[in-house]
Antibody
Framework: QVQLVQSGAEVKKPGASVKVSCKASGYTFTSYGISWVRQAPGQGLEWMGWISAYNGNTNYAQKLQGRVTMTTDTSTSTAYMELRSLRSDDTAVYYC??????????????WGQGTLVTVSS | SYELTQPPSVSVSPGQTARITCSGDALPKKYAYWYQQKSGQAPVLVIYEDSKRPSGIPERFSGSSSGTMATLTISGAQVEDEADYYCYSTDSSGNHVVFGGGTKLTVL
């Protein structure tokens, strides 16, 4: 079955960077993209961006442009999300999800288990 | 920026029908999707492309869309359906992705 397994929880200081991994299994990795979505404590879902595992093309949320980088390693079917210059309001659970696409739309299914990133001095 | 609007909460008794709405200006042209998120868990897709149900999702979950409003209906809601539900779509250009603010469904 399709499964996305994420790396473990992280605690970072303000100004630092974090890199979260997402290992995919159960499907052909390069046939789909990977999207990242985060959820601050007690808050809703916030889309961060996506990356094509086929050609590495990316689309980032405007709010995070310049601070986020998404990459993939096709040899290990793993996607990565790096967020730099961390602030306290970056504290959240970060999810990866397989990107499902048609000609006109895209959505996310299934999702990884989530990675808690805590930013605190 | 584009927004999807959901009611903060909906409450029903077990066996009743729960309806959760999602309004957005681009919904006449763009599909709506619905995610269920139980406490401490990752979101799960329950409806895609307005009204299609993924395999493994109970038949009591259905979706519809008319004009600027999409609706998730849970017919005969069960206690295990208690969760936060999020609608998702894009703006008319397809470039801006947005989630609704979420609706907490209480079944008791």
């Amino acid at each position: 079955q399709v499964q996305l397994v994420q790396s473990g929880a992280e605690v970072k200081k303000p100004g630092a960077s974090v890199k979260v991994s997402c290992k995919a299994s159960g499907y052909t990795f390069t046939s789909y993209g990977i999207s990242w979505v985060r959820q601050a404590p007690g808050q809703g879902l916030e889309w961060m961006g996506w990356i094509s595992a086929y050609n590495g093309n990316t689309n980032y949320a405007q709010k995070l442009q310049g601070r986020v980088t998404m990459t993939t390693d096709t040899s290990t079917s793993t996607a990565y999300m790096e967020l730099r210059s961390l602030r306290s309001d970056d504290t959240a659970v970060y999810y990866c999800a397989r990107l499902m696409t048609t000609v006109t739309t895209y959505w996310f299914d299934p999702w990884g288990q989530g990675t808690l990133v805590t930013v605190s001095s | 920026s584009y927004e999807l609007t959901q009611p903060p909460s909906v409450s029903v008794s077990p066996g009743q029908t729960a309806r959760i709405t999602c309004s957005g200006d681009a919904l006449p042209k763009k599909y709506a999707y619905w995610y269920q998120q139980k406490s401490g868990q990752a979101p799960v897709l329950v409806i895609y492309e307005d009204s299609k149900r993924p395999s493994g999702i109970p038949e009591r979950f259905s979706g519809s869309s008319s004009g600027t409003m999409a609706t998730l209906t849970i017919s005969g809601a069960q206690v295990e359906d208690e969760a936060d539900y999020y609608c998702y779509s894009t703006d008319s250009s397809g470039n801006h992705v947005v989630f609704g603010g979420g609706t907490k469904l209480t079944v008791l």
